[in-house]
């Protein structure tokens, strides 16, 4: 039994050597972000975000951040929160793979004084903060507007995103609401986008072997303007024949609506160009994480701040769609909302990533994770 | 026991050691893990974080648990996350306040994982269809329901039933989750030395010898289903507990964590060996690697590499011994060595070579050709009958799509990825194994070459060739793990998905650039002759593929391998060689479909080939391929996957909702499959 002994001694003596250590940083806030899956184009830009404002000049001395991944699981970002609190969280910034799973182990954390702050998705425990659009006025105001577009009678294709989330539940329902009131639309075919371009391809492939293109009027789709708009033009529609398209913040997709004119766009090519089309994009915008460090901060400095941040919902329609040349937030600011098709290679890329509140992230944090200046 | 008796019985002691070998090295694992955990971090272990802990992989090890059963008689159990998704959301929304009502909550738990285990039973057993195909569209069917009860996440569970799971069973000295394991352990253990158990094993080892030797082979699959389907309701209930609400997508990615376990446990794909022991160890071995990567403060776009890592160790570790193929491998090559020198090579031997004998099994060569392929129709069949009725079931609806080019054009160009897939996991699955690597070998290769490309033509020139070589080396690197480490391939395979991921996030910083070249454009989208470059490539690639597998040397081998590796050994066929070719043709192909994808799409997008893991097993089961190993046919495979996308094309039509689309392409798969099966005499 004496190598027990020995092995206990030795672990004791190094845990003792470890938690020695970090008192040097001691007088950050130690923060943790609990991403869900990273192998997505939205959350990789969404981290970049959440890393650039923790390393922005106003919170690199404040905060002390890790970011870590749980994978697609629910069970085990119930470990990781758990963990994080283990290790001395203060705050931890949480991007929730479902609202109501992590409930418990929330309402362990705020026992123990951690902040938890939920990012895009909600965190139905009411101990938790969240921060993140009003979903069903996405899906509302992107369907009012397509029927305003069409002059309330047509056929439409809708896709949605994955099914049994919350967030793809509550749009598809407030749309299909609107388009309930509108006598004249119906809704010829229902494709699952998963919030991805790629999908979208694939299912409008679909979809296109029953209803071609003459008996569609126009799109609602979460993800896949940009898809769409690029498959008409394969099939050899015009420019100002291009339908009706109600869909997603993409950078491609905020090229396309454009003026097919449109001075000074650099580094255009094939569907990734202006082209007119005539849309609506609406975003739930990737600094939402970048927003929650900032308020998570603010609450462990001893400052109030509500349950519920509530977004304000980036809509830009071919009217206010403006191109960005340099992508700081100044020029943001100034009300630019689309960015050069040289700097931005993946036209699915994200582009709503301004907000009055996030002096400290733009372009550069976005795609590189570095902060403003 | 005295020593007398001791020392005469040494020998059979020693052997039950080395029967426990496995989950006894699984447990040594996952406390070094532990140790290393709580090394790391601050302050002592103490009673609060062994309550979390045991809360934290309880679920995944209750469905283990139920997995492993399946898994020990030779099946193969796909419900098991769905089923925990069905039992969350009842609960969530039957469940009243009352002491009663939460009591009656558990039995309905189990209930419902009994009737899923019952329904897969009854076709796995019973009407002797292959178990994956029957749990795929259990799968599917279940996932529907689930969505029909609740299509988003809420509902609540009671605070009495949370309490009775997760808080302590004795304050202070037994955390309830721990309680919870307790219990279904000794209910193993009861039922491992029950008759039953017994026979488990032995329809698993040999379910022809079991039959043979009296044994009730049928009652012991079915109920070995049921039980699984009881864990899982047990599994459900303890999550609705864990998170005191319901999300109808909460078990989902449960599903491969689960099979993981049970392989990290020591039980073998194919049934016979293992336990559930060993599972409920490699389900908390996965969970504290979450714990490792925070400890150690690993980055984001590590974090998936260094998982792959540490489950790659965890099993090498376990493997390492004399008997393992590393050491085997040394031997050998020492072997051949000293043999060399001693010019006692085989090769240099003179043998005399008999002229293969004539087979007397086969039919005469006038016989009609359906009399000569019958054993082949009859799998191959099934898809082609179920994607015929589908196809008349769109000219029902739609009109004009069975005499429309332009249907049958997009029809193929939907296929062309599924029907590569179908070829690389195809190989994989005849020779016994599977390949998880898929998804992120199409996205890694995909991102790669679009950004190298940049929608240069001149540039696509050298970086598909590129790609294509990368994806094969990287398939090569999978069988050489298989072959040399003795690694389970779905371990190392999985391991492999995590390091591409890793390695694309970090190739593109997270934004994936690039674009595809006009070329790859044209491909999948332009027109040649009045049908899409790729139709005409896949007509070239479908005869190509039946070949390479029904006439050549290497397929020959393949279905060798698959049907027994020792005797393919014994024959002269080089397992390790054929098995590293298997493994890098798959790599080939995904990286094949990575290329024609981001054609598709125009651009690479992480996570885009997420939605072909499942689909790629799955054209190949429904198309008659044996998911053991040695039995299938490519033109099967086709089928499958004209059948799913003819499907899938259909579906995507209409306006129903996502729940019953999913429920009927979970019958459809079990009626096409279930019509033509093979009838007993």
Sequence with gaps: MKWIRTVCGLAAALSLATAAHPAAAEQKFKIFLSMSYIGNDWQAEAANMVKAMAASKDYRDKVDLQVQVAGPDAQRQIQQINAMVQQGAQAIVVYPISPTALN??????????????????????????????????????????????????????????VPGTSVDTQRTAAAKEVFARNAGIHIVAEGVGMWSQAVARTEITKILTTH???????????????????MEKEAGIADDKLKPCAGEGANGHRTQMLAANAPGVQGANGSY??????????????????????????????????????????????????????????????GCNVFQPATIGNPGWFASIYSPQTPQIGLQAALNGKPEQ | ????????????????????????IAAAVFLALLL??????????????????????????????????????????????????????????????????????????LAIGAAIGAFNGLFVAVVRMQAIVVTLSAMFIVQGITL????KPGGSIAAGFVATFTADAIPGVLPAPVAVILVAVAFWLLLKNSRFGVGLYAVGSDGEAAFAAGLAARRIRFGAYVLAGMFYGAAGAFVSAQTGSADPLVGRPMLLEVFTAVVLGGTRLGGGRGGAIGSVIGAYTLMIVVNILLVLNVSAYFSSVAEGTILLLAVLVASLNRASPVAAYVRLVRTRLSARGGGKLPTRATVRRAAPPSSPARPPAGAHWFTRNRAALRLVMPAYAGFAIVLAISQVLYGGTLDNVGYYNSLLVLSSFLAVLALGQGAVILTGGLDLSVPWMIGFVGILTAGLIHGADAIA????????????????????????????????????NGILQGAALLYCNGTPAGFAAPAQRWFMTGRLAGLTPVVWFLALFVPAAALLLGRTVF????????????????????VGGTLIGVYGLSGLCSALVGILLSGFSGQASLGMGDEYLLPSIAVVVVGGTLITGGRGYYPGMLGGVLLLTALSTLLAGTTLPDAVRDIIFGLVVLGAVLALRERRA
């Excluded at chain 2, 103490?46 to 995944?60: I, M, P, Q, V």
């Excluded at chain 2, 397929?555 to 080089?574: M, Q, T």
């Design chain 1, 104 to 161: 418990q182990v929330v309402r362990n954390a705020c026992a123990r004084h951690v902040v938890i702050i939920a990012y895009d998705a909600e965190i139905t425990e009411p101990c938790a903060y969240n921060v993140h659009i009003d979903q069903p006025e996405a899906g509302r105001v992107t369907a009012e507007w397509l029927a305003k577009q069409l002059g309330g009678k047509g056929n439409i294709v809708v896709l949605t995103g």
């Design chain 1, 212 to 230: 071609p293109w003459n008996e569609i009027d126009g799109f609602w789709v979460q993800v896949g303007c940009y898809t769409i708009a690029a």
């Design chain 1, 273 to 334: 160009r202006p082209m007119g089309e005539p849309s609506i994009s609406y975003a739930s915008p990737p600094y939402s994480g970048g927003l929650a460090l900032k308020l998570a901060v603010e609450k462990l400095e001893g400052r109030d701040i509500p349950k519920l941040t509530t977004l304000p919902l980036p809509v830009v329609t071919n009217e206010t769609v403006k191109l960005c040349q340099q992508g700081t937030w100044a020029e943001m600011q100034a």
């Design chain 2, 1 to 24: 026991m005295s020593a007398s008796a001791v020392a005469g019985r040494a020998p059979p002691r020693r052997l039950r050691l080395g029967r426990h070998r496995g989950p006894l």
């Design chain 2, 36 to 109: 290393t955990v709580d090394l790391i971090s601050p302050g002592p272990f103490s009673y609060f974080e062994f309550g979390f802990l045991s809360a934290g992989g309880a679920a995944l090890a209750l469905a283990a648990m139920g997995q492993t059963l399946v898994i020990l008689t030779g099946g193969f159990d796909l419900s098991a996350g769905a089923a925990v998704s069905l039992v969350n959301v009842v609960l969530a929304v039957t469940m009243g306040p009352s002491p009663l009502s939460q009591i009656a909550s558990f039995g309905v738990a």
């Design chain 2, 148 to 151: 029909l009860v609740m299509d």
């Design chain 2, 461 to 496: 020139a050298w970086a598909i060739p590129l790609g294509l070589l990368i994806g094969l080396a990287l398939g090569i690197v999978n069988g050489l793990g298989i072959v040399l480490l003795g690694l389970p391939p779905i371990v190392m395979t999985l391991a492999m």
């Design chain 2, 555 to 574: 397929g020959r081998r393949i279905y060798a391998v698959g049907n027994n590796p020792l005797a393919a050994k014994l024959s002269a066929v080089p």
